[in-house]
């Protein structure tokens, strides 16, 4: 794998106080492409950056003399009390930050009382990424995040997979028919570093490296999806399973979700990743909470950089839980779950 000069990032650095901290600390410690590949979205960056300043229109209305003495955070997900509204999203190829990747974040996720989402392009097997937080949380819960595959015998069995290995639920990831245009994908040749492979989707590192990332994209990705055919093939493959439908932006498809009886949707535009031009996440959440009132639920999905952007999307979306993806990806590149539990007990 590629050598990172990796040095520690403790928590009680003073030079880490908030998520831009961390972003700039992680940066330092990454080469060019895979710092790109995390930091950047697709061709002007439009919606990434409009995810982060649309948060800046926003302000909090407090009310005082209220006893806050007593306090709770917690909320659920997924049938468990967590922590406080925060959860980790599914974020690919984690362990270019550390070796560690994704079972660094189970392990934070579970010390934090928090769920966490996996990505079909996680480094590390699905059952090591859930025992590793199994360990230190019997309690904590995982989603494994899909794509509607060309080859629906590998989707099947990595649904398979997830199921036995503990997943509560599936989020099908529905903004991606074709990979966001990504220039500084194109300009790096960005490809994920020798030794790395993708062991949920069966790939090895040789493998994976005859390709861009996105022509593997779009070798593995169907990009005739549907709601009708997915729907009904997820519920048929996983009974057990909650299905989730990750990347819906407008009220029409929360509708449509409600209307085909998915579990949830994970609103959200990729972190600017995929579809350039379309909304802040956090500017559509209130007609998408709207749209879902009635319904069983909605979850609120967005890059936090301030501990009161959630407080705003908690209010603009009524959102049982978010999540913590900004920091979760920039902490890695830091001291594994060391770093999350840093960036997470100052966002709390
Ligand atoms: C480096 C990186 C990798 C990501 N990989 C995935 C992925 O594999 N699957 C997925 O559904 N989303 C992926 N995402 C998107 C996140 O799950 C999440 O949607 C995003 O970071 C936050 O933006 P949002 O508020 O629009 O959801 C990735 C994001 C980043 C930054």
Redesign the pocket.
Known sequence: MAEQNLTTLQPSDARILCIPDLEKAGSEKLERSARE??NSGSTDQVTLHS?NLAFQKYRLRPRVLRPVSAVSTSTSCFGREIAFPLCI????IQAIAHPDGELATSRACAVKGVNMAV???ATHPVEDIRAAGVERDPGIKHAM?MYTMRDRALQRRIIERAQGAGCTAI?L?ADSPVLGVRYNEWRNDFRTPIGLGFPNLDMSSEYIRTKSHEDGFTTMNDPDHSWEREVAWLREVAPKMEIWV?GVLTAEDVKEAVRWGVDGV?V????G?QLDGVPA?IDVLAECAEAAKGSRGSFG???HWRDFDGFIEMSCGDAPED?M??SS?MSMAGEDEVSVNCVSKRTK
């Open positions: 590949f995390y995810n999203s599914p974020a690919g990505s079909t392009f995040q989020f990831t990750k994970v959200s535009n990729h972190g990743r996440t999905q967005m890059g999540d993806n900004a990806r």
